[in-house]
């Protein structure tokens, strides 16, 4: 840094940042989708003239870490063939570096002078690119080629000209063309954007002068992430968490972590997964580095910079042909539950040794539900990614109504899945003595319930945590475990966790699901009994629980003291 002005370096480094977040505003506010505008599943990043992250958008985490891959992919393909004016496509996540089939990576080159510059980059959800089932998510698909429309990497215009063919072929495999087609150009107009942002720095600093300080701030976030790893003791941590399994008997699938650190780096080993399955939950290898970038990332609370530099002390290997780095042509549209759960096995092997700078398990990661059909003769899908809690942490409870720490997703608002959908949102609310208990509790659990309006639908659906409830941490107490019902005719019947089948609804079926609670951090016995009292009135904690589990009594709206006392000591001589 001496070499440089530091004032500069930090005008810099803070307008990357604001291009990037610029970028991810523009498509929040033009894309079509509501898994794209409300859920807010998309990402954006800029990258520079190497094909290196130099800025990240305040987007979805788990898909940040996936840029690298599609820009070594991208360049190993084109190499010196990129122009002016071309923008390239893709979302193969065998051979192009993408992650499932919804996510389609829009990246455009940023020519300076004659010079590529640098890259601004996308990807979002799609609502629909076709394959067995409305949204494009089927558990139930067992190869890639029944879940949609698979694109290599591809010149969506060149040269400043639009390939019609590709649009058109884009166009003709969704059920949703106008939402998919209006996404596309609301990432097309975030990549102009990042390149007009981007043009404004090389033009106000030349592009030699910009460069020292482009390769400083990979240098910086590199140091700080090598600062972050030195702070933990070194060692061998390991952890097993499990996925409950797909279909009506479900076999327990496993997440094996060995996370190694020495000095100043850090290996991530997850040798003992399970194999990869006939299923949609097989998650390629990009998400699951960003899973485990991200862990990493939670282990401090220093601003780092969100460039690639960070990741070069972080090593990962994940067998060839497991469910975390399936073989071709393993289904992968619904790969999600499996990263979230690396990080979450990531998080738990730390948790022995930093058990300060960790998290308790969360609600275990999206829910995906998918519903389609046709309503008065137009096509219609929900896809929505339902979120909900927090696990408790070393000095607060979890919270409720939130993004898993892994992502930075919302639940789609009820007023607009009812204006423009035939569904309606019966019921939608925080479920009371779902968090799991601890001197810290866990962020609460949602149920939210679905009822169809038009005549027939088709649903598929992708949930987890019953079997496995999300873990707590130093004797804290798992989250209350998921559910899933369908109500048909007045009647529920249970639902797996993962069904292996489109199910049909009916005008006035309704789905209800019921996310898991996250998971408790310390003792519940020492836990504050005021605290007890005011979950309690608030009602997310219910008085015999906080009796039975918590040992506080309550009486007339007020704690007990003397019984509270009794109720511990009875509690702490039954545990021995």
């Known amino acids: 840094m001496s070499r440089l002005d530091p004032i500069t370096f930090e005008v810099v480094k803070n307008a990357l940042s604001s291009i990037a977040d610029e970028m991810a505003l523009v498509i929040m506010r033009s894309a079509y989708s509501p898994v794209v505008r409300d859920s807010m599943d ?28 599609g820009m070594r992919h991208l360049l190993a393909q084109y190499g010196s063939d990129v122009k002016e004016g071309d923008i390239f496509l893709f979302n193969d996540p065998y051979g192009s570096g993408g992650q499932h089939l919804p996510d389609i990576y829009v990246i455009k080159p940023v020519f300076h002078a004659g010079r590529l510059e640098g890259w601004a980059c996308t990807m979002a959800h799609h609502s629909d690119v076709g394959g067995i089932a409305p949204g494009s998510t089927a558990m139930h698909a067992t190869e890639i080629h029944q879940e949609g429309l698979t694109l290599p990497t591809l010149k969506l215009y060149e040269q400043g000209r639009p390939n019609t063919t590709l649009f058109r072929i884009i166009e003709k495999n969704t059920r949703q063309p106008v939402q998919v087609l209006g996404d596309l150009k609301a990432q097309l107009a975030a990549c102009a954007i990042g390149e007009r942002g981007y043009l404004r720095l090389l033009e106000k600093y030349g592009a030699a002068n910009l460069h020292p300080y482009l390769d400083e701030l990979q240098d910086q976030a590199e140091c700080m992430m090598r ?7 070194d060692g061998v941590y390991k952890f097993e968490d499990w996925i409950d399994g797909i279909g009506d008997v479900p076999e327990p699938i496993k997440i094996a972590v060995t996370v190694t650190v020495k000095g100043d780096e850090v ?3 997850l040798t003992g997964t399970s194999k990869q399955v006939p299923a949609a939950i097989n998650c390629p290898i990009s998400m699951v580095n960003s899973s485990a970038y991200c862990a990493m990332r939670c282990m401090t609370s220093t601003g780092i910079p969100n460039c690639q530099g960070y990741m070069r002390p972080i090593t990962i290997r994940a067998p060839e042909g497991t469910i975390v780095n399936p073989l071709p042509p393993a289904a992968c549209a619904a790969r999600g539950v499996i990263g979230y759960r690396v990080f979450d096995a990531i998080i738990g092997a730390l948790a022995r040794v930093v058990p300060d700078k960790v998290i308790a398990g969360s609600e275990g990661g999206p829910t995906l539900l998918s519903i389609g059909g046709r309503h008065r003769n137009k ?18 409870d979890g919270v409720e109504g939130i993004s898993n720490p892994a992502a930075n997703l ?13 569904l309606e949102i019966t019921h939608y609310a925080l479920v009371p003595d779902s968090g799991g208990a601890g001197k810290h509790r866990g962020g609460l659990a949602f149920s939210r319930e679905y009822r169809l309006t038009a005549d027939e639908a088709v649903f598929t659906l992708r949930s987890d945590r019953r079997d496995h ?7 804290g107490l798992a989250g209350a475990p998921s559910r899933n019902l369908l109500i048909q005719d007045g009647k529920s019947e249970i639902l797996p966790t993962m069904p292996m089948k489109a199910m049909q609804l009916r005008k006035g079926d309704i789905f209800r699901h019921v996310s898991a609670g996250g998971g408790g951090y310390g003792d519940a016995r020492e836990r504050d009994p005021v605290l007890v009292l005011n979950d309690v009135v608030a009602g997310k904690v219910s008085a015999q629980l906080a009796r039975e589990v918590y040992g506080v009594a309550i009486e007339g709206g007020k704690v007990d003291a003397a019984a509270t006392a009794q109720l511990r000591s009875a509690l702490r001589t039954a545990a021995q």
């Open 469 to 475: 409830p999300p873990y707590g941490i130093a004797r």
């Open 267 to 269: 290996d991530i080993d």
């Open 227 to 233: 600062q972050v790893i030195r702070d933990i003791p």
């Open 410 to 422: 919302s639940n789609q608002p009820v007023e607009l899945i009812e204006a423009e959908l035939p």
């Open 42 to 69: 998309y990402s954006t990043a800029l990258c520079d003239r190497h094909g290196q992250i130099i800025a990240q958008g305040l987007t979805l985490a788990v898909q940040l870490g996936a840029f690298p891959d």
């Open 379 to 396: 096509a219609f899908v929900l896809t929505e990614v339902m979120v909900g809690n927090w696990g408790a942490r070393a000095t607060k």
